[in-house]
């Protein structure tokens, strides 16, 4: 079945620095891949997201690249920041399909 | 305010009683959906249903049942409470067009506990 590997599983990096999250997919069909930033206590709210015609999208601080012929996407974050710190989680929807596949996630923290 | 609402918030059950998770959404959204969180575990998909009166089964579907009578709810239903089954778990709806926005937004979630 579907199956979506994120790396790293935690993730430190001092205030200022870029942080980069990577995801690996395997369904192919796969064509809508966000991605969620959940705080301690809070539901998962959607921050980027990138469709399969695209191969990078930026908003402010933070971006996604995708390598469809690799299979897989990340996220990067410049000029970290205390209050990124939190729990971050990829997806893929398949094509076709309603049924989003998450990844394991990945608790970044930020040190001041 | 428009969005998820999902109840009860947190409840202690007793192994062997019957359990409904109840969501409702007003956004008029296609597809709903019931993920189970664990930690290191991530968000692992329960059920889903892609339009009122259709369901189908996600990663870990044993164990629960659902339905969707209606657009708006979509209750997710443990027959028999096990241990296993203590988990945060959230409802989340999308607008469910395939090339359309796609955005699943996510309730409050509901923190389960079984004894």
Redesign the interface.
């Given at each position: 079945?579907e199956n979506v590997e994120?790396h790293p599983?935690t993730l430190s990096v001092q205030e200022g620095d870029s942080a980069v999250i990577k995801c690996t997919y395997s369904d192919s069909a796969s064509n809508?891949f966000?991605w969620?930033k959940q705080e301690l206590g809070?539901?998962?709210?959607?921050i980027i997201?990138i469709r399969s015609n695209v191969g990078e999208k930026k908003d402010q601080r933070i971006a996604v690249t995708l390598n469809k012929t690799a299979k897989h996407f990340s996220l990067h974050i410049t000029e970290t920041q205390p209050e990124d710190s939190a729990v971050y989680?990829c997806?893929c929807?398949t094509?076709?399909t309603?049924?989003?596949?998450?990844?394991?996630?990945t608790r970044l923290k930020v040190l001041a | 305010i428009a969005g998820i609402t999902q109840a009860p918030t947190s409840q202690i059950l007793a192994a062997g009683r019957r359990m409904t998770l109840r969501c409702t959404q007003d956004m008029r959204h296609n597809a709903m959906y019931w993920y189970r969180q664990d930690l290191g575990l991530g968000l692992r998909l329960i059920h889903y249903s892609n339009t009122a009166g259709t369901t189908g089964k996600g990663e870990v579907p044993d164990g629960y049942s659902v339905s969707r009578a209606n657009t708006d709810d979509f209750p997710l239903t443990l027959a028999s409470a096990v241990p296993s089954q203590t988990s945060v778990y959230f409802c989340a709806s999308s607008d469910g067009h395939h090339s359309g926005a796609n955005v699943l937004t996510f309730g409050a979630g509901s923190r389960l506990t079984v004894l």
């Open positions: 079945g994120q599983s809508y966000p969620y809070k539901r998962p709210q959607l997201d989680f997806a929807l094509s076709g309603y049924k989003y596949i998450f990844g394991t996630g | -």
